[in-house]
């Protein structure tokens, strides 16, 4: 009962404001809402390796541009049917292509999760810097591939024509802002499924002793596997509506450096131990960046991200969830203590000639 009124919940916030901005007629909101969206999918993916099992991924850009250069080739594959396949296939394949965005997003999703999982059994017997520094070469990697392979455009980057309106809905980025709401409530439901489940606990296992795990039985190199999919495969099906969104992509937009450091902060700041704590920090961040970006430059946005995750560091350690957990915590101990007016009552019934 739970779950289906979070389900609920979540489904009639996202419509709200999606009524709201329709209402208003301003489709920026929309741009905004969708970058904010994304964001979301991308610290909840990022949370579940490395929150979960406690392992920092540097290569969050990777995963993301898998997903929207598979977008990408596809886009290609479709352009050029007539010129890629013989006069035998040229038919069928018109008739498949080109693929809609959903099923783009499933592919990206698979590419990812693949990439993830060759990541993974390659580099999960590392720990600690050693995995964090991995991952970052992993970025590096497949960035060197990608500006080298001319099908996708190479190093002068791609443009993708999408259309200006969509049935019944009209504007098509109300289209990607609708199809990027539902990817965020699923990843947010993966999440949450995942910390209440026996997979989550053996993820706690890893974080907290990953040895002692180890000696218990615990499939440690299963599990982070699993992790290292189930994160890729989320941040490439984030990445797969992109190219439509941008409307023209080149690799040193799909691995910014703003999507490594944003999927890293926001869970840092909202917490890390808890799906909560992802979507607080992506919707405190991805907000405060919009409106920085409107009101003074996009050039400061890593600055603030940079200038909160220190001082969060620095008072919050445990992010804003963990610090309401532990202002709960000790409003619940304090309860059971005495307060100074019990203490003042029981003296006054202590002292000589008190009934």
């Not at 699923?186 to 706690?204: D, N, P, Q, W």
């Not at 937009?253 to 703003?258: I, Q, V, W």
């Amino acid at each position: 009962m739970r779950s289906f009124l979070f389900y609920l919940f979540s489904i009639l916030v996202g419509a709200a404001f999606f009524l709201f901005a329709r209402w208003v007629g301003n489709d920026y909101l929309f741009f905004a809402g969708y970058t904010v969206l994304q964001f979301i999918v991308l610290a909840t993916a990022w949370n579940i390796l490395g929150g979960y099992c406690g392992y920092v991924n540097f290569g969050s850009a990777a995963f993301f541009a898998a997903g929207a250069y598979s977008s990408v080739a596809l886009h290609k594959l479709a352009a050029g049917i007539d010129k890629i396949f013989p006069e035998s296939l040229a038919g069928l394949m018109n008739m498949i292509l080109p693929l809609p965005i959903p099923i783009l997003i499933v592919i990206g999703g698979i590419v990812s999760g693949v990439i993830g999982l060759g990541t993974g059994y390659l580099t999960l017997r590392l720990r600690g810097a050693f995995f964090a520094i991995a991952t970052l070469a992993l970025a590096v990697v497949l960035q060197t591939l990608i500006v080298n392979w001319d099908f996708v455009g190479g190093s002068r980057g791609a443009y993708i024509i999408r259309p200006n309106d969509i049935p019944i809905l009209g504007s098509y980025i109300q289209y990607l802002f609708l199809v990027m709401l539902v990817l965020s409530v699923i990843a947010i439901a993966t999440a949450r499924i995942i910390e209440r489940s026996r997979l989550g606990y053996g993820f706690a296992t890893i974080r907290d002793d990953e040895l002692a795990a180890e000696a218990c039985g615990v499939p440690t190199l299963r599990l982070k596997l699993i992790a290292t999919t189930i994160s890729g495969a989320l941040m490439g099906m984030a990445g797969a509506p992109f190219p439509y969104y941008i409307g023209y992509l080149e690799p040193s937009s799909a691995f910014g450096l703003a999507y490594a450091v944003n999927s890293i902060a926001m869970p840092m700041i909202g917490g890390t131990t808890s799906w909560v704590g992802p979507l607080v920090g992506a919707l405190l961040l991805g907000i405060i960046q919009q409106v920085a970006t409107v009101t003074i430059s996009s050039a400061v946005n890593l600055l603030i991200v940079g200038l909160l995750l220190v001082g969060f560091v620095i008072v919050a350690p445990k992010g804003i969830v963990g610090l309401v957990q532990d202002f709960m915590r000790a409003r619940a101990s304090d309860q059971g203590r005495p307060t100074w007016r019990s203490r003042l009552a029981i003296f006054a019934n202590m002292r000589p000639g008190a009934r």
